[in-house]
């Protein structure tokens, strides 16, 4: 079985531009959240969708926005880049919302120049 | 709000144990979880304990809770070189996400 499974796994992005990263969680799972790790620290929650559904949402401004289609795939979708979005985006899957496994894809690497 | 503190370095020698430690804020957490992160990779989950419970043990991972003093430990026994790499510590948030701590980096010398 495939886990999960982000794309691109790198970008370089221009400040000003938009972005959108694709993640494809483990086959029947129906929950998807997003994180954000900063280069040294540990990832911040921004989203979660259930059921195509948002369920959760972190502490980050409106650029950031996401969804989730039909078949539980998601986008993070962000506009007008800044330098300070540079970070590894990591997209996790569980099979609920309060699930005790979650499961990590390798993470897209985006960079803002 | 919920918060998660970890020392952020540790260095052991191959076939020592190392002991990591966590605090944490949220009394209202269900679960506690410990994930490994290698360069350039995502995060492994390594192992949780349910909030009721004191210990728990899988192979060489011993984790620790001490409820009242909000305080989880992974304890790795007969450290190797291949568990170099960062851990995090995390707590849930009713379920929704996660919580994670800064990560403490572990460095196995030889």
Not at chain 1, 31 to 59: A, C, D, M, T
Request: include cysteine; aromatic fraction near 12%.
């Amino acid at each position: 079985d495939a886990g999960v499974t982000q794309s691109p796994t790198h970008l370089i992005k221009t400040r000003g531009q938009q972005v959108t990263l694709r993640c494809s969680p483990i086959s029947g799972h129906k929950s998807v959240s997003w994180y954000q790790q900063v280069l040294g620290q540990g990832p911040q929650f921004i989203f979660q969708y259930y059921e195509k559904e948002e369920r959760g949402r972190g502490n980050f401004p409106d650029r950031f926005s996401a969804r989730q289609f039909p078949n539980y795939s998601s986008e993070l979708n962000v506009n007008a880049l800044l330098l300070g979005d540079s970070a590894l985006y990591l997209c996790a899957s569980s099979l609920g919302t309060a699930d005790t496994e979650a499961f990590f894809g390798q993470g897209t690497r985006l960079t803002v120049v | 709000g919920e918060d998660v503190e970890q020392s952020l370095f540790l260095s052991v020698r191959e076939g020592d144990s190392s002991v990591i430690n966590c605090t944490y804020t949220d009394s209202s957490s269900t679960y506690l979880y410990w994930y490994k992160q290698e360069p350039g990779a995502g995060l492994q989950l390594l192992t949780y304990i349910f909030s009721n419970m004191d210990m728990k043990q899988d192979q060489r991972l011993t984790v620790l809770l001490n409820k009242k003093d909000k305080h989880l430990s992974l304890r790795i026994a007969d450290t190797q070189t291949g568990d170099s790499a960062i851990y995090f510590c995390a707590e849930d948030n009713y379920g929704q996400n996660f919580v994670f701590g800064p990560g403490t980096r572990l460095s196995v010398l030889p």
